[in-house]
Each structure stands twice: as C-alpha cells, then as structure tokens.
T-cell receptor, first 114, second 111 residues
Framework: GAGVSQSPSNKVTEKGKDVELRCDPISGHTALYWYRQSLGQGLEFLIY????????KSGLPSDRFSAERTGGSVSTLTIQRTQQEDSAVYLCASSPNPLGYEQYFGPGTRLTVT | SQQGEEDPQALSIQEGENATMNCSYK?????LQWYRQNSGRGLVHLILIRSNEREKHSGRLRVTLDTSKKSSSLLITASRAADTASYFCATDENQGGKLIFGQGTELSVKP
C-alpha cells in the first residue's frame, strides 16, 4: 500500500515568509509525528498527534511553529516568519499505535530559508 | 534533546566484512529501534527490541540490548555495498511513542 507522503519535497523561501508543509500518513495510522533533521542538531522530535489532538508539543522550537491534523489523517506543519535557522529537512512519520511500534517515515521536505 | 550517543560516527569497511555500531542512552526505555537513512531523506525501520529482550535477529542484522549498561549494538554481517547508509538508534521512552534519536553512524561499504 501507499506509504507516508510529504509535500513539497523541496521548498525555498525568503526569510520572513510563512511556509506550510504537508504530511499524508498511512491510512489507518492513528499516531503521527513530526521531526526535524538539521546539520549539527541531528534528528529532533517536534510534535506528536494521536488522532486530531496533540498530546505532546514539547519539541516545537518556538511559537512560530504550529501544526494541526484534521480528520485523523493529513497534518500540516506551519512555520511563520521563517528564519535561516529553520532550514532543515522536516520528516513526518506515522504509526498504527503510539505504544511501542515502529514508525513509518515519509521522504521529508527540505526547507531552505534564504 | 538527543538521548542516544552512537559510535563510531563513521565506519568504512570492505564488502563481506561485518559492521558493528553502538548506541548508548540515558533514561529508562520502552524499546529501542534502529533505522537506516539513505541520502539524508526518509528513514527506514530496521529492527525494534523491547526493554525485556536481550537479543534480536532479522536477516543479516543482529541487535543486542543491555539495559543495565543502557547500551545497544547493531551488527550487520557479510556487508554489501548496498548497506552504505547512515544508521540511527532511537529510544522510545514510553511518552506517546516519540523517538529520541542518536547522532547516527555513517557506514561506507566498499566493493
């Protein structure tokens, strides 16, 4: 079946602009995660959804970052007033159950802020 | 925050040799997982070992877990050039399944 998809695959934006990153999880997966991978910081957890609610937002680096999930499916990660330090690969993953299962990752969105 | 520390950071071997990567972590865990990443994009799950398990095998992969030392190792036997990738350990601290990743080991297998 289809895996996790993310769009766009690449995004170049000017500093100060807002961006939206989209994640389509595997159908039926209730848990959805966003991670960020950047040089020098490795892979960092950002936010976790169980259904449409986000019990854990602890990894969001600032209030410029927000995310939502609708219909227990698609999720969007929004970054407002982008800064150069936001440049990274943003990875989405889904899991059939949040309790101790493997996660299925999408190909990521490479964000470059100029 | 990064919990897992991996070593070595980079490993270069010849095809047919075995590759061993190590991971250490700091807190109690529900399980530990190993992932592979090619070309800095999506991660692929390799194997999951639960906190009450000590060793697990999957094909050419062998994972060990020592909860008393808070460490794990990944062994790839009879390596192939196609195994060239970055390998990450990730711990699940039973907080909704979020994973805390190590910095990764970059493996290069030369034909």
């Amino acid at each position: 079946g289809a895996g996790v998809s993310q769009s766009p695959s690449n995004k170049v934006t000017e500093k100060g602009k807002d961006v939206e990153l989209r994640c389509d999880p595997i159908s039926g997966h209730t848990a959805l995660y966003w991670y960020r991978q950047s040089l020098g910081q490795g892979l960092e957890f950002l936010i976790y959804f169980q259904g449409n609610s986000a019990p854990d937002k602890s990894g969001l680096p600032s209030d410029r970052f927000s995310a939502e999930r609708t219909g227990g499916s698609v999720s969007t990660l929004t970054i407002q007033r982008t800064q150069q330090e936001d440049s990274a690969v943003y990875l989405c993953a889904s899991s059939p159950n949040p309790l101790g299962y493997e996660q299925y990752f999408g190909p990521g969105t490479r964000l470059t802020v100029t | 925050s990064q919990q897992g520390e991996e070593d070595p950071q980079a490993l270069s071997i010849q095809e047919g040799e075995n590759a061993t990567m190590n991971c250490s972590y700091k807190t109690s865990i529900n399980n530990l997982q190993w992932y592979r990443q090619n070309s800095g994009r999506g991660l692929v799950h390799l194997i999951l070992i639960r906190s009450n398990e000590r060793e697990k095998h999957s094909g050419r992969l062998r994972v060990t877990l020592d909860t008393s030392k808070k460490s794990s190792s990944l062994l790839i036997t009879a390596s192939r050039a196609a195994d060239t990738a970055s390998y990450f350990c990730a711990t699940d601290e039973n907080q909704g399944g979020k994973l805390i990743f190590g910095q990764g080991t970059e493996l290069s297998v030369k034909p």
